[in-house]
């Protein structure tokens, strides 16, 4: 498949806030309403407003979605807030194509990555400025914002790695990241 990328331009990321930009950059919004059944409060969920932004994603495609052999990049800008007891997150999924990996690497805030393999073992790491998470083939990934400010994070994964989301919806993760007298816990 032709992997050259289809603009010579470089593309920019702003080391203090993470902004992506530069042509051909795209961006993804993802409001409460879009993310209907997946926090396990789901009368607190109602009782918000629906189009209050969870998190945005800017990234860049220098290939086709699809393309074998190229690679993607792109930042998630997390906002702090909870539903109920439960922290903003994410929607979380596996790559389509099963054994395709990626890196996250945390620019701002503080956070959680939630892994969980096929078998649904789930486990964590922390996110703080300057982590490095290698998520492996096979491993559904979904970031939590624990703290007060927008959790930032930079993202590479291959171009056709794909996103099943569907699985994540019928089954979620094995486990929540929950508010527990002021401080979050595994769940
Ligand atoms: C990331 C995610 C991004 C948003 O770029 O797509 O953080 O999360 P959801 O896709 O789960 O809504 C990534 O993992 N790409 O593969
Ligand atoms: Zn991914």
Redo the contacts with the bound molecule.
Sequence with gaps: MNTTPTSSAATFFDLKSGLITGDGVEESV?LLSQLEGLFHDEAAWRKMDPETVV?R?R?WRPVPDGTKGGL?W?A?YLEPGKVGDEYFM????F?AIRDRA?Y?ATVSGTGALLLMNEGGQTWSQTMTVGTVHY?PGGIA???VNTGNEPLV?L?S?PSD?G?D?ASIRTAGFGKRILERDGMPCLI
């Design positions: 993802k998190y994603v990234f993607f792109g998630t994410t929607h979380g999924h790559h990626e996250y998520i990934h979904r970031v994070f993202a994964w790695a996103h989301y």
